[in-house]
């Protein structure tokens, strides 16, 4: 009698039924779109921020040098006489036409470089103006146009920076101790203003975001004519 072999059942082989798979796929599908979510957020975030530094360094750059220009005024004539009288409507030493709208009259200040490769001293005329963008740019361009030699023997060629773009105006006003205002004759006053205001407003950024606030540098006036300290000297007096 021949005996039977009996095999075990062998275990069913079973696969991912099809609704798994698209359950699979749809969280699969969901998670991905949440790291490319946060991905392109943060990289739109780091590109926005260095934009922003970017543009507050040269703000703060260009403020630096205004500061400085304005802070620098020395009095008319002075001891080498070679300073002129702030007039914000009179005879200037540097031309407009050819650079543009002008923003300051000419400013006598002390903030020229000494160094080996310098010719002057420390003494020049610094004048602001509005020039058009020459890179297609949406707004004007902040020029400080600088004459170094104030005694040339023929007409005095200013030497041209821009400071900052991206202008839409810009404007100087003169603070008399009671109020601001827009013009200043020292000639007439035989004074000097207490401080100086300049303030610029940026165009405003692509993208329909809001206009960025104007930006106000107000520096105090430290040197005083003999009239204004006549003047300061009565107001004190009981």
Do not use: C, K
């Amino acid at each position: 009698m021949i005996a039977r072999r009996t095999f075990a059942p062998r275990a069913r082989r079973r696969g991912f039924t099809l609704l798994e798979l698209i359950i699979a796929t749809a969280v699969g599908a969901v998670v991905l779109v949440v790291i490319q979510t946060t991905f392109f957020s943060a990289l739109r975030l780091h590109n926005t921020t260095h934009a922003r530094l970017a543009e507050d360094q040269s703000v703060q750059r260009a403020a630096g040098i205004i500061r400085r220009d304005l802070a620098g005024l020395v009095l008319p004539g002075g001891a080498s006489g070679m300073a002129r009288e702030l007039s914000s409507a009179g005879e200037t030493l540097t031309p407009a036409d050819s650079l543009g709208e002008r923003v300051t009259p000419d400013i006598y200040t002390s903030s020229g470089r000494i160094d080996g490769w310098t010719p002057f001293g420390d003494l020049q005329a610094v004048a602001y103006f509005l020039a058009p963008s020459g890179q297609g740019g949406r707004g004007r361009n902040l020029v400080r146009a600088v004459t170094r030699n104030l005694l040339p023997v023929q007409e005095a060629v200013p030497e041209d920076q821009v400071i900052l773009a991206d202008v839409d105006s810009a404007a100087l006003s003169y603070f008399d101790g009671t109020a601001w205002t827009d013009s200043w004759e020292s000639a007439d006053t035989q004074t000097l203003p207490v401080a100086f205001r300049f303030s610029i407003v940026r165009v405003p950024p692509a993208g329909g975001q809001a206009a960025s606030a104007p930006v106000d540098i107000v520096v105090p006036v430290l040197v005083r004519t003999t009239t204004s300290q006549t003047l300061e000297a009565e107001e004190a007096a009981p």
